[in-house]
Structures are given as structure tokens and as C-alpha cells.
């Protein structure tokens, strides 16, 4: 952390005496005040539920600027990474490296990627415990904290070289833990991954192939899943991040702490919004009912939101929503279904919100959620996996958080204080006194 050229002070009306706070200047966004001895100074805690000002860690992977609606992977705009050609394995490396890779590099993190894509046989005795119509987030967070069980030689968090095989090892492995959990929920055997194929390609094969035809790639639709990929890549310290860092500022193994992030990340209001969004479109049905939905939404008292709209950062229109809907055309073109009617009803609902005083006036603007769950309607994933290809997109971020976290030698255990609200001390009433 830099040393603070300036300082913040903290005076009470209640006569405690000020303090004086170093203030640190980040490369770009606010700058933060160091509280780190308000307590010991003062005997106070500051209060932030949601940490709607509190800046957990230093990090110096991803960037949002929530006015602007834009989002810097190590300084490189969405946009470019995800329109200049480069595919999901490149952001990979920029996010767990720092620097985008030249050629040689990419080749060689492409093969080390690939070499480690199949997961230990006795993995699918976790995936045949599960019942078929299990939730495959509830598989994921099962069979991802098991890798944990089988790959013992990587578990040492303080060993560079171990966290960086865990690493490669998690990106690897969790589109074939996804198609698995997807051929087991529809009865199908395993597929195991083809290294000739790209990334992306090869998830659609273990997701789309079965060992009784050929399967042939489409290359739109596996660039349209890249893009989705890259897209959830990242997103600086969301909720589920922030579960994989405090988890493991314990000191847990990375395969337990991704598990955990995957648990936070199944929410409806993070990663179950595409899901929500998709069913939510289902069930308004058709562009005639979206007036009586929208006064539904702005009715506090029913308890309706507009799935897909709305963020804790972006207060403009989510950078990745755009690339979105620009894929979601590309897709129902390439499929033919240009008329898609989710499509069309999402757009016009998309644009009576933009208009609508309620949702400008607050600053809701789409989410990439709003348009990811049709795109993924599309190429043939079920409603009920969107979350687990978030999460298998995010496994990179969480990742390079987590390794980020554990080489900061600021880091120290997650403990949260409280504002204790509960009775004071008390005696235990004897049985017949309460
Ligand atoms: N529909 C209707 N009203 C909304 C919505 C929405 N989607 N989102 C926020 N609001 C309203 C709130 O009711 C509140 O109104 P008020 O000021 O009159 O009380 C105001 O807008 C501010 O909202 P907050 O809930 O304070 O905003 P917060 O930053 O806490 O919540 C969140 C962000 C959770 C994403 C919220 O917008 C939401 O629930 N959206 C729908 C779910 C969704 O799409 N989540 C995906 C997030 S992106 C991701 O995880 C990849």
C-alpha cells in the first residue's frame, strides 16, 4: 500500500478527541481512508452493512467504474477484450498474470490448460450420488470442494508453485465438472473433453455430443459462449469474490474457497439473475403485458423487481450488457430465429424501462443478466445450468483473487465487527421463572 500524502481527520461531538487517518490514493477510482486504528484510538467500529463504502482488500485486477458503466480487466476495457478477437484463455492469463500473453506464452498456458482438463475417474461416484433433478449449483458446490479430495499434491496455499497447478487445475477442469453435471441431470453418459478443441468448443462438445453421432462444432455459437465467458470473467469484489477471499483468508484450500464462492454466487440477487430474468420474460409472455408488469414492479408492496436490471456499481448501462445483446443477435441470426418472441419482448421491455421515471430516476439500467439467459437459451443450455456457466466463467476471477489475496502481505483473516443490538448480560432463569 502506498504511503498517504494526505490525511483525514475524525472529530465527535461527544468530546472524544479527533483523529487524524492517512487517506491512499488508488491508480484510479476513490480514495480510501485507512481505519485500520479507529478502534484502537477510539473504541469505535464504523457500521456498513453491504460495505457500501468499505474497501476490503488492495487489488489491482479488476476495475468498474459504476457512472461511467465501464470495466477494465488490468486496464484493458470489455469491449476491446472481448471484440479484438482475443478469446477466454487470453483473458485467463490477463487476469491471473497481469499482462495480456504474446504468442509463445498463449501456447504454452493453452497446453498447460488442456493437459488438465479430465477430471479423476472416481469423480463421477459424486456425481451419481446426487439425485437427477438436482440443481447443478448444488452439484457444483458438491463436486468443486471435492477436487479439494483427489489432488492433495496442490493444497499447500503457501507454496507458489501449488497454488499455480490449483489454478490451472480449477479453470481446466470446471467445464467438464458443468457438462457433467448437465449430462448426469438428462440421463446421458459422460463425455470426456477432446484436447484437440478449442476451450469453448470443447465444452459445447461435452455438453452437446453423445457417443452415437458426430458432433459438429459451430463455430458461432462456441464464439458467442467465448464471449459470455469472457464477459463473466471478473468483476473486482463482488459478493461471491469477496465470499472466495474471506473464505480463504483462513487459510483454505483454493478448491474449498471456489466452492464457497459458488454457494454465494447461486443467489438469485448475483449469479441466479439470468435464470430469474429468463423466467421472469416467460412469464410475462408478450409485449402486451409489460405495462401492467412495470406498475407491479414500481408497487413496493408486491415485491416484484425487474430481473436483469439494476447494479451495485453500475448506475449506467453495464458495459456487458451491450456485448451481450450484440451476441443475442448474432445467435437467433446464425439459429434462424430472428423472430425470437423472449427476444423481442426483452427488447421492448428493456425499452419502456429506460424510459420509465421509476427506473431513471434510480439509475436501473440492464445487467449483463438481462440478455445472457436468452443467448444461453439459445445455444441449447438448460435454464437451470445459466448459473453454473457463470460460475465456470468466474472461476478464473475468483482465482486470481484469491491468489492475489494470498500474496498481500497486508492480508489478515476476514473478521467483521457487529453493532450488538441483543440483550446485555443476564442470569439464566431457573424453568419455572421464564
Ligand atoms: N427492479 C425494481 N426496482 C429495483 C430494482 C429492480 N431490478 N433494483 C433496484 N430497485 C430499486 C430498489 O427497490 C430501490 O428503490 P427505493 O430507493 O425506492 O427503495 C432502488 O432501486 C435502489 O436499489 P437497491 O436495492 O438499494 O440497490 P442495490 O445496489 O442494493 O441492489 C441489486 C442491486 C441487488 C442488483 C438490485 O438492483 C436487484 O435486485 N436487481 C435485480 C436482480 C439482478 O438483476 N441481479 C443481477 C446483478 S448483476 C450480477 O450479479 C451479475
Not at 487489488?59 to 477484450?81: C, W
Not at 439494476?310 to 437467433?332: F, I, Q, S, W
Not at 439459429?335 to 427476444?343: I, K, S
Amino acid at each position: 500500500m502506498t504511503n498517504s500524502e494526505t490525511k483525514a481527520t475524525l472529530s465527535f461531538s461527544d468530546g472524544s478527541p479527533s483523529i487524524e487517518m492517512p487517506i491512499y490514493k488508488g491508480s484510479i477510482g476513490p480514495d480510501v481512508i485507512d481505519i485500520r486504528k479507529l478502534y484502537g484510538a477510539t473504541g469505535k467500529f464504523t457500521y456498513d452493512p453491504g460495505f457500501m463504502s468499505t474497501a476490503a482488500c488492495n487489488s489491482s485486477i479488476t476495475y468498474i467504474d459504476g457512472d461511467k458503466g465501464e470495466l477494465l480487466y488490468r486496464g484493458y476495457p470489455i469491449e476491446q477484450l472481448a471484440q479484438n478477437g482475443g478469446d477466454f484463455l487470453e483473458s485467463c492469463y490477463l487476469l491471473l498474470n497481469g499482462e495480456l500473453p504474446n504468442a509463445e506464452q498463449k501456447e504454452k498456458f493453452v497446453e498447460t490448460v488442456t493437459k488438465h482438463t479430465m477430471v479423476h475417474e472416481q469423480m463421477q461416484f459424486f456425481f451419481r450420488g446426487f439425485r437427477r433433478d438436482a440443481h447443478p449449483m448444488s452439484v457444483l458446490v458438491g463436486t468443486v470442494g471435492a477436487l479439494a479430495s483427489f489432488y492433495h499434491d496442490s493444497l499447500d496455499i503457501n507454496d507458489a508453485h501449488h497454488r499455480e497447478v490449483s489454478a490451472i487445475r480449477l479453470i481446466a477442469k470446471m467445464p467438464t465438472l458443468v457438462a457433467m453435471a448437465y449430462k448426469y441431470s438428462i440421463g446421458q453418459p459422460f463425455v470426456y473433453p477432446r484436447n484437440d478443441l478449442s476451450y469453448s468448443a470443447n465444452f459445447m462438445y461435452m455438453m452437446f455430443s453423445n457417443p452415437c453421432e458426430p458432433y459438429k462444432v459451430n463455430e458461432v455459437l462456441v464464439r458467442a459462449l467465448d464471449r459470455i465467458l469472457v464477459l463473466h470473467a471478473d468483476h473486482e469484489q463482488n459478493a461471491s469474490t469477496s465470499t472466495v477471499r474471506l473464505a480463504g483468508s483462513s487459510g483454505a484450500n483454493p478448491f474449498a474457497c471456489i466452492a464457497a464462492g459458488i454457494a454465494c454466487l447461486w443467489g438469485p440477487a448475483h449469479g441466479g439473475a439470468n435464470e430469474a430474468a429468463l423466467s421472469m420474460l416467460e412469464e410475462i409472455g408478450s409485449v402486451d403485458n409489460i405495462a401492467h408488469f412495470i406498475e407491479q414492479v414500481k408497487d413496493k408492496n408486491s415485491g416484484v423487481k425487474l430481473m436483469g436490471f439494476g447494479h451495485r456499481v453500475y448506475k449506467n448501462y453495464d458495459p456487458r450488457a451491450k456485448l451481450m445483446r450484440e451476441t443475442c443477435y448474432e445467435v437467433l441470426n446464425e439459429l434462424g430465429l430472428q423472430d425470437d418472441p423472449l427476444f423481442k419482448l426483452a427488447m421492448a421491455l428493456e425499452k419502456i424501462a429506460l424510459e420509465d421515471e421509476y427506473f431513471v430516476s434510480r439509475k436501473l439500467y440492464p445487467n449483463v443478466d438481462f440478455y445472457s439467459g436468452i443467448v444461453q437459451r439459445a445455444l441449447g443450455i438448460p435454464t437451470a445450468l445459466f448459473t453454473g456457466i457463470f460460475a465456470l466463467a468466474r472461476t478464473v476471477g475468483w482465482v486470481a483473487q484469491w491468489k492475489e489475496m494470498i500474496s498481500d502481505p497486508e492480508q489478515k483473516i476476514g473478521r467483521p465487527r457487529q453493532l450488538f443490538v441483543g440483550s446485555p448480560k443476564r442470569d439464566v432463569p431457573a424453568m419455572d421463572k421464564r
